[in-house]
């Protein structure tokens, strides 16, 4: 899918073409030049096009190119007043593989839609779209998202940037090493168990999964399913505010979606807002954690008292977590995947053959319990809010791991009983239908990202953003990427 390098003449005539420099710039940056007439959206993808060209190669993050379709639709936009293009103003952005972009190769990460090309874009992608967006590229993604490292049988792995030899996570893997690696500047991803936070971790960079409803997409399966949600990735904490701000908003295809706010989140973000009191905990008391993980988690929110706020130690009763996930996860697989288990069941990978059936063995009294216990841990984690501002904890509970390793199966002891338990501080959260995102907070010995996952009481995007922005500047990690690829150690 991928196109041949086309050059132009910019609409500026002095102004340089594909000035990779650009790359560092951050996206608030990026749609401030786009707003003035410093870049024209045609600039940037040039700039994409080589960037990608230059690196993509070691990593797979975008393995699907669409920069005619771009071209077109910056063109288009470019007809319109500067400072009248949308929010995003022309602004790039990378569609994870698992969502809908008209005209474009959606392939899921599945052999069974290796040639799938959809007619209709998802409401998420018409949405960012109409608010300035350019769509150029989709991005890598396990098979339907299942599984928290990215890869695939239609495009392969795609590797850490800061050390080849290791994951990315997943799912939103692709999108994570393309901010990282400068091929992009904002991305889009989507959460059930982590799928923004892990690559986010893994990565170095930020990413957020929002509330219930506050970006919406075209349902699928059911229309009130609710464990996984669309949402931003950047390199940092305005850049996502941005992204979010842009994404956010009702429609009336997705009846779950909220409106929008009457404050921007990046104005909440850069209004200076403070916790009082904030929660750190090393394992929510339900999994195991790498011992350098938590150091260095623990000792990033112990920051968080340099700017007088107070820090405890603290978390909700979450224990019925991995019992509840597990049957809600399955059942959600089985509304959504069944009729390809009937049909195509040899082109599926075992592990999403495993989650069908769990779900199709479901029982009702399975389920009724297992949605007793997902609104008495949501009960639980309101009253907790009470107190506390924001709740911490480790984004992932292991350092970036081999590639070949399809997943996490034993940590600090402790093995695994399949494959998405060891996702468990993130998938805790995602049943408690609180916002969460994943911010750098330090490298390992190996020199390894590491994220600290920052939790807010529901619908909290806004104190949560702000909260994420003081301790990104307490702990100095903005402008870590984006990278060349690193070569393993």
């Known amino acids: 899918m991928t196109e041949p ?17 650009l790359i560092r710039e951050t996206a608030c940056a990026v749609v401030d030049k786009l707003n003035k007439g410093e870049v024209t959206p045609l600039d940037l993808l040039d700039v994409l096009e080589k960037r990608i060209a230059d690196v993509d190669g070691k990593v797979n993050a975008l393995p699907t190119l669409c920069f005619d379709r771009a071209r077109k639709h910056a063109n288009e936009l470019m007809k319109r007043p500067k400072g009248e293009r949308g929010l995003l103003a022309g602004m790039p952005i990378p569609i994870k ?6 005209g474009v190769l959606t392939t899921q990460g599945s052999p069974i839609y290796r040639d799938n090309i959809p007619a209709k874009s998802d409401v998420l992608v018409e949405h960012l779209e109409a608010a300035g967006g350019v769509v150029y590229a989709k ?15 239609v ?3 795609t590797r850490n940037p800061w050390d080849t030899s290791r994951s990315a996570a997943g799912s939103s893997g692709g999108a994570a090493v393309a901010l990282a690696t400068g091929t992009a500047w904002l991305a889009h991803g989507s959460d059930m168990g982590g799928s923004l936070r892990n690559p986010a971790s893994f990565c170095g960079i930020v990413g957020l999964r929002p509330s219930i409803g506050r970006v919406a997409h075209t349902p699928a399966a059911a229309i009130d399913r609710n464990l996984g949600v669309q949402g931003p990735m950047a390199r940092n904490v305005e850049d996502l505010a941005l992204l979010l701000d842009a994404m956010s908003g009702e429609h009336p295809a997705d009846p779950l979606s909220l409106p929008k706010l009457p404050t921007s989140f990046l104005s909440a973000v850069r209004g200076g807002g403070k916790p009082k009191r904030v929660a750190y905990s090393r394992d929510l008391g339900i999994t195991p954690v790498d011992p350098e993980v938590a150091a260095i988690t623990r000792k990033a929110a112990q ?12 978390h909700p009763d979450l224990s019925e977590a991995h019992e509840c996930f597990h049957v809600l996860r399955a059942f959600d697989f089985a509304l959504s995947k069944a009729a390809l288990l009937r049909a195509k ?14 779900g199709l063995k479901l029982s009702v009294e399975k389920l009724e319990r297992a949605e007793a216990q997902r609104v008495a841990m949501t009960a639980r984690t309101l009253e907790f809010f009470e107190k506390y501002d924001l709740l911490l904890t480790p984004a992932t509970i292991v350092a970036p791991f081999p590639v070949e390793n399809r997943y996490v199966a034993e940590c600090d002891g402790k093995k695994f009983d399949n494959y ?9 959260i995602t049943l408690v239908c609180c916002p969460a995102l994943s911010l750098p907070c330090g490298f390992t010995a190996s020199g390894l990202p590491v ?3 920052m939790v807010s009481a529901p619908r909290g995007e806004a104190p949560l953003l702000a909260g994420a922005r003081m301790l990104e500047d307490i702990l100095g990690v903005r402008g870590s990427t984006p990278i060349d690829p690193r070569p393993p150690k």
């Open 5 to 21: 390098p086309a050059r132009r003449r910019n609409e500026r005539e002095n102004l340089p073409v594909a000035d990779q420099s």
């Open 97 to 102: 593989d698992l969502t809908n972009v008209a």
């Open 139 to 153: 991005s890598n993604t396990p098979e339907f998202g299942a599984g928290a490292n990215t890869f695939n049988e």
């Open 155 to 157: 495009f392969g792995p």
């Open 303 to 314: 920051r968080f008292a340099d700017a007088g706020v107070i820090v405890e130690e603290a």
């Open 345 to 358: 069941r040899d082109q599926l990978k075992p592990e999403v053959i495993w989650n069908i059936e769990e």
């Open 420 to 428: 998405v338990e060891w996702l468990g501080i993130v998938y805790a």
């Open 451 to 453: 994220g600290l996952q």
